[in-house]
């Protein structure tokens, strides 16, 4: 796999999760978290990665929603044409996930959802990649400890391949099935465990489907700070020959609350 990425990183996120305190109070309407992170290597090739993220994440009645933009830049140090060596942007990556869940009943567990996906992904070889689904999900598990939600349903996305010499940008679209499951786990009122599944299936045969695993598990360290460590793994089915199917990005963050 390429592309294995180890980030420190200070987020900002919501107490909520982890502190036993924030269970017994309400929990507020909108909750929001920021995160920043770098990674500096010398040696054979001097370079610079840095993350930055926002999240934000609403709920209220029946309705769960959630939005989130991730970036990741990777600065490396090049020579100029006139022999200065300075670092300039060779891979980047963002991307905006937005989410809203309806559950059909106060009391019940099933939910209708919508979904829209949006990337700029230097490192796939994909100038762009967007994504819309809509269908129907369930909450399988809802315990103190344990969480499980899992959906199902109709979608469209359309690849947009980055251009090189000898072949023109070109945009692939396709109908999808998108499936998706989110695991959460308490293991102890200071540790807990997440596994996010997802999955955009092509239906039909030889274009590109998405497959996406985002592990991590959280420790809280004092009151304020946690330690999350984190492996997320991207998977297209089809890309250019010079490029790897699987991109793999390993984080170890630092986690402020407030």
Do not use: C
């Amino acid at each position: 796999m390429k592309n294995k990425l180890a980030l420190a990183t200070l987020t900002l996120v919501p107490f909520s999760v982890l502190s036993e305190e924030a269970k017994t109070d309400e929990k507020p309407a909108f909750t929001a978290s920021a995160e920043f992170g770098a990674l500096y290597r010398t040696g054979n090739t001097t370079s610079g990665d840095i993350k930055t993220g926002v999240a934000i994440r609403h709920e209220k009645a029946q309705w769960r929603s959630s939005a989130k933009f991730d970036m990741l830049v990777r600065k490396t140090e090049e020579t100029d044409e006139n022999g200065n060596e300075e670092l300039t942007t060779t891979d980047q990556r963002w991307s905006i996930d937005a989410k809203t869940n309806y559950t059909l009943s106060a009391s019940g567990k099933n939910y209708l959802y919508g979904n829209a996906y949006y990337t700029e992904d230097r490192f796939n070889g994909f100038e762009n990649q967007t994504s819309l689904s809509a269908g129907w999900g369930r909450r399988w598990i809802d315990t103190e400890k344990t969480k499980f939600d899992a959906d199902i349903g109709p979608g469209f996305k359309s690849d947009v391949v980055t251009a090189t010499d000898s072949t023109p940008e070109e945009t692939r679209n396709s109908l999808i099935i998108q499936a998706q499951g989110l695991f959460t786990h308490q293991l102890n009122e200071n540790v807990e465990f997440r596994q996010l599944l997802s999955a955009k299936y092509a239906t039909k045969s030889g274009e590109n489907s998405i497959y996406k695993s985002e592990t991590s598990i959280i420790t809280k360290l004092i009151e304020t700070l946690q330690l999350k460590f984190a492996i997320t793994v991207d998977h297209n089915t089809d890309v250019e020959a010079d490029r790897e199917n699987t991109d793999t990005q390993t984080s170890m963050t630092i986690v402020y609350s407030f």
